[in-house]
């Protein structure tokens, strides 16, 4: 079986993520008055970039999800346009990824909601194994029968 990947990141901790990312925005911002902006901001930003994608993967957000690494690699390439690094992107990357990581939690916590998001996971990030399609759509079929049993089971049980 696959072994679940958990996020170890609190509401505290998004919050304080987010909260530094706001941070260095309105540094960026600042840096871009006095006029050094150009050049600094270019630094910042590619220490920015690292540090968070290795702060995410340290913290159990896998970085290899290609909505995660598209809104790293979209946030980077946009700090790099000189009008646009005005905006607060870093804070906007970081409230998006605590979004997805919310909503991986909840709809794991649905009835059904894991073969949802496996079946999603197989669409957009094609998995490296040896596994056919067919033998991952017959897994999620498999999963799908194991919980209308189980709904079965508890109907039964409620009458």
Partial sequence: MEEEKKS???NVEWGLVIGALLMIDLLQIGIDLIGIG?????????FV???FAFYLQMRGQSMASPKRLFSLLAVFGLEMIPV????PLWCLDGIFNMSMSKSDKILKNIPGGGVVSNALELTVNQEND???????????TTQIREIERRVRERRNNLE
């Fill in 84 to 87: 646009v690094d005005a905006l």
């Fill in 49 to 51: 970039g690292m540090g």
């Fill in 130 to 140: 040896n596994r056919s399609f067919s033998q991952k759509i017959n897994d999620s």
């Fill in 8 to 10: 170890k990141i609190s």
């Fill in 38 to 46: 150009l050049i600094v901001n270019r630094f910042l930003d590619i």
